[in-house]
């Protein structure tokens, strides 16, 4: 059996799974805004994937021990009201991303469409992209992170946006990259394999579980990166997708870099091809971002101030990420965003930033909220926290 085959059929089944149990759940919640987001919502979701729960005024009750399935957690997403959603939206901030989801009770996603507009997808794409590129490659010398880093699990989720800004038609019975990889054949010359191409999706997909499953017990979990010593104890564990493996982990390292390689030289040359098929419909907010990650525009200091003044999360995390403002204009967005649902991502960009100042470290740990879920806002206190603490 293909590779491909055997993992995207156990993805759309483990999705699956969990959309097929939620429904159970919530049978009686039938007037709910109840939605599941991320790589489950695409049928893409392996062992050690996350669950994000996705609630429009509502409040959900539910944890792992719900699923006989092994995630690394989940996310209860609550967002407040539909104005509330309408500002993710509006801002471009990555939590909108949410609101792009299955829905699980009978109520309709009111931001469906919307979200899937092809101009939306188009500068959401020109975001993700080059955020990716330049400031969210998280390898480090620890080894390589499974999902930030090109080529990795994230770039998924970019092939599947470009997909969609030609057919927005997502009704399929199948992981979205299946479909993905399908449409853009039509849509995109490009030089290599397409078989090749979805193998090589495969065998990163596979690699992410079968790492993160080693480590599933450990206090790392979803963090773990790859690296010599995790595959050492990937190739010691025995689990249904073990036999996937190379037979040596020299030929394994000889698959995964050819693997990253295919998919960000994919991803390359597909986004050339809908910047200029589509560059009519790029909005003045993100042809300010691409100005703004240029190499040599990074070295610019003098802003002007209306940039600082943006609304557009693109920009401010050009602006944080490239190190382009200083520590009192970092204040400033600390205060001006410190409870502002549209900017919680911006916020955890500038409690990481290392321009941000103790003080304002010290206001945003008692005023800031850094995520919707309670989860993810909860470990960015405890990065304050930490920051104070190392610093005194």
């Not at 698959?255 to 200029?276: E, G, P, Q, V």
């Amino acid at each position: 059996m293909e590779l491909s085959d055997y993992i995207l059929k156990k993805a759309f089944e483990n999705s699956n799974f969990v959309i097929e149990t939620l429904k159970q759940f919530y049978k009686d919640h039938n007037k709910s805004m109840i939605f599941i987001g991320g790589s489950i919502s695409r049928f893409e979701a392996l062992p050690m994937s996350d669950i994000d729960l996705v609630t429009i005024g509502y409040q959900p009750i539910i944890d792992k021990n719900t699923f006989n399935k092994s995630f690394d957690r989940v996310d209860n997403l609550k967002i407040n009201d539909t104005s509330q959603a309408q500002r993710l939206l509006n801002t471009m901030s990555p939590e909108g991303g949410f609101i792009d989801s299955t829905p699980i009770t009978e109520v309709k996603n009111p931001f469906y469409s919307k979200f899937n507009s092809r101009s939306y997808l188009i500068n959401k794409l020109i975001y993700e992209y080059y955020n990716s590129r330049f400031f969210n490659d998280r390898t480090d010398e620890n080894g390589f992170n499974l999902k930030y880093t090109p080529g990795g699990y994230r770039d998924i989720l970019i092939i599947n946006i470009c997909s969609r800004i030609f057919n927005q038609s997502t009704n399929y019975n199948c992981p979205e990259i299946q479909v993905s990889i399908s449409n853009l054949k039509s849509k995109i010359d490009y030089e290599e394999n397409y078989d090749d191409l979805l193998n090589d999706i495969a065998f990163i997909m596979l690699t992410k579980t079968i790492i993160l499953s080693s480590y599933q017990d450990s206090t790392s979990r979803g963090f773990t990166q790859l690296n010599q010593s995790t595959l050492e104890t990937a190739y010691k564990v025995n689990n249904e997708f073990r036999s996937f493996l190379p037979k040596s982990k020299e030929l394994f390292w000889s698959k995964y870099f050819h693997a990253k390689n295919n998919i960000k030289n994919f991803i390359d040359n597909t986004l050339s091809n809908i910047m200029t098929l589509f560059k009519n419909e790029i909005w003045e907010e993100s042809k300010q971002y691409l100005s703004l990650i240029n190499t040599e525009k990074l070295r610019i200091r003098n802003l002007k101030d209306d940039i600082l003044q943006s609304d557009y999360h693109p920009i401010l995390s050009a602006l944080i990420q490239g190190n382009l403002i200083n520590n009192e204009q970092i204040n400033e967005l600390a205060l001006k965003f410190q409870n502002d649902s549209g900017h919680y991502y911006t916020n955890r960009l500038l409690a990481k930033s290392s321009k941000t100042s103790q003080n304002t470290l010290k206001f945003m740990l008692m005023n800031s909220r850094f995520a919707i879920d309670n989860y993810t806002n909860s470990r960015y206190i405890k990065l304050i926290e930490r920051s104070l603490k190392n610093e005194n």
